[in-house]
């Protein structure tokens, strides 16, 4: 939802379908199929809490059943999956930590190499949820040592992983490249989603990997390349329905940098952190910074230090208000 209106929408439509029951009253499939209808119409309306609570049940109900993991493996493994990303977003390290344990011991307990479905669902959440792991602790470099063998995994095809997933892997190992200032491998990777000739799969990903190939020709200095680039994304974004607000204030810094001094450009950079850091806490502008972190970023110019330090030094202050809370 991107705004107020689809808010109470999404909202409305959902709980005017919903059928009148009781979860405790229903059956197995009963309480999966509900806590799954919950949980996506929580997602939709970007609300992490009950997305938690529904997730979890839904895994709490089939450990209390360990028989029908091994009936239904890949409605397991979804639950998991779904589990692992609530904890992600709400930066739940914990928990987080925990969860991805369980599903690296899936591996341990079933034998995955029987099905192909199933083998493919858990290397590609394995993948996902290593690689947010990292964001979430800020250990870009050793996030590079996965990259190899997830790009063997994509350009074997052995999994089938359709054309999305695979754009998102791309922008993911952009993102890790960005992170340890590879901006020649973040650029090449980017390339691969914004070259698409008819891509299809998401806009918002198709914006991101366009804003961040900007942000990377700006760090590699490509002052008269970025100048195009800017012209060619300022196309690409008319074209945009579901343009954030987070998405027109970086475009708006990009197209006044080039060419700025240095004094001025330390102003720039200011301003936007300080917009973008009021923008990250409104209820609908909180998705773009789920793809880009740009915050992150704009604190590497103002303090001068790799992002990397930058994220694992906020991952360690959560870690430490959380251990005062629990004291």
Not at 15 to 41: I, N
Not at 212 to 237: C, M, P, T, W
Request: proline share 3%; hydrophobic share 40%.
């Amino acid at each position: 939802v991107r705004n107020q209106k689809e808010y109470y929408f999404v909202r409305e439509f959902f709980h005017l379908r919903l059928p009148k029951t009781e979860f405790s009253e229903l059956d197995f499939w009963g309480k999966v199929y509900y806590c799954q209808a919950h949980l996506w119409k929580h997602h939709i309306c970007q609300e992490f809490a009950p997305c938690y609570r529904y997730s979890q049940r839904w895994v709490d109900l089939f450990q209390a059943q360990p028989a029908m993991i091994a009936l239904h493996p890949p409605l397991y493994l979804k639950g998991l999956h779904n589990l692992l990303n609530t904890l992600s977003n709400s930066m739940d390290y914990e928990r987080f930590t925990d969860i991805l344990k369980l599903l690296d011991d899936f591996r341990e307990t079933f034998d995955i190499g029987q099905d192909k479905n199933i083998e493919s669902l858990f290397y590609l959440y394995r993948f996902i949820h290593q690689i947010n792991l990292h964001y979430l602790e800020g250990s870009f470099q050793q996030s590079l040592t996965i990259i190899p063998e997830l790009v063997q995994c994509i350009e074997s095809e052995n999994f089938n992983w359709d054309n999305h997933r695979v754009m998102v892997f791309y922008y993911r190992i952009a993102c890790l490249y960005f992170a340890n200032e590879d901006y020649d491998n973040t650029i090449l990777y980017l390339n691969r989603i914004i070259q698409q000739k008819n891509p299809d799969y998401r806009e918002d990903i198709q914006c991101f990997a366009r804003i961040l190939s900007l942000i990377a020709h700006f760090e590699l200095g490509n002052l008269q390349l970025l100048e195009y680039q800017i012209k060619s994304v300022y196309r690409f974004l008319l074209q945009m329905e579901d343009l954030h607000e987070v998405q027109q204030e970086i475009f708006r810094f990009l197209r006044r940098t080039p060419g700025m001094r240095q004094a001025v450009l330390l102003d720039e950079f200011r301003r936007l952190h300080s917009k973008l850091v009021q923008l990250s806490q409104a209820p609908f502008e909180r998705r773009p910074f789920m793809y880009l972190d740009i915050i992150s970023w704009l604190e590497t110019k103002l303090e001068q230090r790799p992002i990397q330090d930058i994220v694992r030094d906020k991952h360690l202050l959560r870690q430490a208000g959380k251990g005062k809370s629990n004291g």
